[in-house]
């Protein structure tokens, strides 16, 4: 990381930035090296939010002790989606002079729900969507599977961006259980993540950072795992999130009966001001 350092001193020198933004600040010494280096040289530093900052998120909540003038490999500034994310923050940072914690939305959600063409071009078939995690097949319960067979509508099974497990074990779980004629397979680069969810008639998930984008569009999420839940304890508030505990008898009861109720529901949400951080 020393050597890095001399790397972005000679950088900064010659391209003269007024701030240093990064969409994760933590875990590669090169980001640690660039950090230090632009406090250091007193350039704006600044963290943009990839996903939800939550009260479990060890990079972002629970910092105890911090000193006065926070660490030299933190950012001065920390842009986050929406409030809650910014109240994490802010327990800790508040307590540091020179750094803050902002709300500035989610940029391309907000620029789709600003765009009435992109609305008007999601006329697609009504889904489920099931945003999963890096290791998906290991939270395929029973029970979920059942619900999936079940259901009258199409489920979109929408991998992480980091998930490694290879396709055709998935397609062939998926028709080892029966469910391949009830689901699509959509990568996250296939099609855009608003346009996936502006077709949705819910979301569901185990505990992924989407429970915070189909809130923004007005779409309702069910945690149906416990992580998900201490993750987003804060969020869930029966009309955009909601937790449906898998362990009890009447899950899939509760299932239906939920997803009834919410397809029914609209969610009217004003457009919001687009974010330009540059």
């Avoid at 599977?145 to 509508?153: A, D, F, L, Q, R």
Wanted: hydrophobic share 40%; net charge positive.
């Amino acid at each position: 990381m020393q050597s890095l350092k001399g790397f972005y001193s000679r950088m900064y020198k010659k391209t003269k930035p007024s701030k240093i933004i990064f969409l994760g600040y933590y875990g590669y010494d090169d980001l640690y090296a660039a950090l230090i280096t632009a406090n250091l040289l007193k350039i704006n530093t600044i963290d943009f939010q990839h996903g939800p900052q939550t009260n479990v998120h060890m990079a972002f909540s629970n910092w105890s002790k911090v000193p006065n003038n926070g660490f030299n490999t933190m950012p001065k500034e920390f842009w986050n989606w929406d409030a809650i994310s910014k109240a994490n923050i802010d327990a800790w940072a508040n307590k540091i002079e020179g750094v803050c914690a902002k709300v500035v939305g989610q940029p391309y959600i907000s620029y789709w729900m600003n765009y009435q063409e992109n609305r008007a071009n999601s006329n697609d078939e009504k889904t489920i969507v099931y945003s999963m995690q890096t290791s998906p097949l290991e939270l395929f319960t029973p029970k979920l599977i059942n619900i999936i067979k079940k259901s009258n509508v199409k489920w979109v099974l929408r991998l992480h961006p980091r998930d490694d497990t290879r396709i055709e074990t998935i397609y062939k779980f998926l028709i080892n259980h029966g469910i391949s004629k009830n689901t699509v397979l959509q990568s996250a680069v296939e099609k855009p993540l608003p346009l996936v969810l502006s077709n949705s008639l819910l979301h569901v998930t185990n505990y992924s950072g989407c429970t915070i984008e189909a809130k923004m569009m007005g779409i309702a999420t069910l945690l149906i795992h416990k992580v998900g839940l201490e993750m987003f304890s804060a969020y869930v508030d029966n009309k955009y999130v909601y937790f449906l505990d898998q362990n009890n008898d009447d899950f899939e009861l509760s299932f239906f009966d939920l997803f009834e109720r919410t397809k029914r529901e609209t969610n009217n949400l004003e457009n919001t001001e687009i974010f330009y951080p540059i």
